[in-house]
């Protein structure tokens, strides 16, 4: 999505400069943006972060949007794992809850700026990977990484969607 806008926002500045544009980041022909736009798992790694963000920003909406203008300005301009620490410290979700999607926006942001990045060759990726709940003591390698990424995908929407509706259905009783 990020190389999208990228790769628009050239497009569009060389049709009115007739140059390559100023816009960090530059480094996408018509072919690599083609073919990021098809990886699959590139996709499914940015897409999920932005649905678990959507889901955290929904429940802090259900909760204090309504009761409160300052929030409701807040919540606008809160960074994603700012969402994830007000979530928790409002009894929305647990810890273990917050350190995976911190640990989830943390590997998307890995994944939305290099192409296939390895585990071996980033550290931080590494270590966020070994984060999440849902790797225990497994032994984190190339192959499984990113099932251990998307297990945590799953088990972060299931919870919060869970909460969603318990706060739907407090909302309606009351």
């Given at each position: 999505m990020a190389a999208k806008a990228v790769y628009h926002r050239g497009t569009y500045?060389?049709?009115?400069?007739?140059?390559?544009p100023k816009v960090?980041?530059?480094?996408?022909?018509?072919?690599?943006?083609a073919k990021a736009a098809d990886d699959s798992v590139r996709t499914q790694v940015i897409v999920s972060d932005e649905l678990l963000n959507d889901l955290v920003k929904c429940l802090l909406e259900l909760k204090y949007v309504g009761r409160c203008t300052v929030l409701r300005e807040l919540l606008k301009h809160l960074h994603e794992n700012d969402m994830a620490r007000l979530a928790y410290l409002a009894g929305l979700i647990d810890k273990a809850t917050m350190q995976d999607l911190h640990c989830?926006?943390?590997i998307r942001n890995c994944w939305a700026h290099i192409k296939r990045p390895k585990l071996a060759d980033d550290s931080k990726l590494k270590k966020n990977v070994?984060?999440?709940?849902?790797?225990?003591k497994k032994k984190v390698t190339e192959r499984n990484y990113m099932v251990s990424c998307l297990d945590?995908?799953?088990?972060?929407?299931?919870?919060?969607?869970t909460t969603l509706e318990e706060f739907e259905e407090e909302q309606k009783i009351s």
């Open positions: 500045a060389e049709l009115l400069n007739k140059r390559k960090k980041g530059w480094l996408l022909t018509r072919e690599e943006y989830i926006h943390n070994k984060k999440l709940s849902t790797v225990g945590a995908v799953t088990k972060c929407s299931g919870i919060l969607l």
